[in-house]
């Protein structure tokens, strides 16, 4: 290959991957883009993966199981209940009808996180144990989501060309979680479901100035180092939360989890 074509390509594969970050969620039923989940149309990593994997490195030395079950866990924290059609069938289980008729969400999350647990932890009670962590993984998503302004603020937004979300748009291509100044405790739920309220209190604490989709910068090169900060400090607060949320969900598994 000479050098001009060899140019030539670099510079097609880069066009490409613009595009495809610009335009992945114009589809009809591309749901507002959050942290990123796994798609085809996602060509960086999804930040749910990261941090659901975050969560389960820090408590897989504890509690073995969750290494076990990481990939139902992963695959649950990618799936998108929100306001907009889904496909998704995974166990036997249609999602999108829990989501549209029992979880009822909506642009922000959903309104009925509790149902999630419920069914998650029905899953463990009845030995369907990878549907089980599966299901917690659609929790965890929507706690996640809970950590970003635009959802904790209820700010409408979608992952397409015109409706999407700057601090969401710096997060898809910036992974840069900080956990260091974090003094915020782990208030120690029963109940992994109740972490939804809280990731919404507290991000709501962290911008409670957040009041438009366009006010934040799209790129770390040209953010403000106060709204580095905030990106920092929010990544790192959904890692915290969901390791709480995990850990709570985990020791409830623990309890109903069928004797041998």
């Known amino acids: 290959m000479n050098r001009q074509s060899a140019s030539f390509l670099g510079t097609a594969a880069a066009v490409f991957l613009f595009l495809t970050a610009v335009t992945a969620d114009l589809q009809p039923h591309a749901s507002a883009c959050v942290w990123d989940s796994a798609s085809w149309k996602n060509p960086t990593r999804p930040t749910h993966s990261l941090i659901t994997k975050w969560a389960i490195e820090a408590l897989g030395e504890d509690y073995p199981e969750l290494v076990e079950y990481s990939e139902q866990l992963i695959d649950g924290a990618n799936v998108e209940v929100h306001e907009l059609k889904i496909k998704c069938t995974k166990y036997g289980v249609d999602f999108n009808q829990r989501r549209a008729e029992r979880y009822i969400g909506t642009n922000a999350g959903c309104e009925r996180p509790d149902l999630i647990w419920d069914d998650s932890l029905e899953a463990c009670q009845n030995g369907q144990i990878e549907l089980a962590y599966f299901t917690l993984g659609v929790l965890l998503h929507q706690i996640q989501d809970m950590c970003v302004p635009s959802h904790a603020n209820n700010i409408y937004h979608q ?56 006010q934040f910068s799209k790129t770390w090169t040209f953010a403000s180092a106060d709204e580095r900060w905030l990106l920092s400090r929010r990544q790192g607060a959904a890692c915290l939360v969901t390791m709480w949320a995990l850990e709570s969900a985990i020791l409830k598994f623990h309890e109903v989890l069928p004797k041998n």
């Open 159 to 214: 992952g397409n060309l015109t409706e999407f979300d700057n601090f969401e748009y710096m997060a898809l291509w910036n992974w840069k979680p900080k956990m260091e100044d974090i003094e915020v405790e782990d208030p120690v739920f029963e109940n992994p479901s109740d972490y939804y309220d809280f990731s919404i209190s507290w991000c709501q604490e962290d911008a409670p100035d957040y009041k438009s989709r366009d």
